[in-house]
Nanobody, 121 residues
């Protein structure tokens, strides 16, 4: 599965961005979003299952971020509202082929290139 993420950019605190991740093929159980800030580990942000649309969020983004998917377009989205400077990171989308935990990065089978999100104070 090839993944193409887009939608990052520079935004002021309190602003919004929407990330997109297009997947090229089938064999998808869930799409996850992770982020990595300089000097930090890559961390889970959100995930959504393709068939049932179940959603999962990190505590740090609950209530501010919304993950969704368009099955017909094979595309997942991450709507980010009320952005904070601490949300600044490179955001990655990842495809998970099979069931199991959506929170662990090692559970994912393929990754897209990251897209930079910078939130200024």
């Amino acid at each position: 599965v090839q993944l193409q993420a887009s939608g990052g950019g520079l935004v002021q605190a309190g602003g919004s961005l929407r990330l997109s991740c297009a997947a090229s093929a089938f064999n998808k159980y869930a799409m996850g979003w992770f982020r990595q800030a300089p000097g930090k580990e890559r961390e889970f942000v959100a995930a959504i299952t393709w068939s049932g649309g179940s959603t999962y969020y990190a505590d740090s983004v609950k209530g501010r971020f919304t993950v969704s998917r368009d099955i017909a377009k094979n595309t997942a989205y991450l709507q980010m509202n009320s952005l904070k400077p601490e949300d600044t990171a490179v955001y990655h989308c990842a495809n998970k082929k099979h069931g199991g935990s959506v929170y662990e990065r090692y559970e994912y089978d393929s990754w897209g290139q990251g897209t930079q999100v910078t939130v200024s104070s």
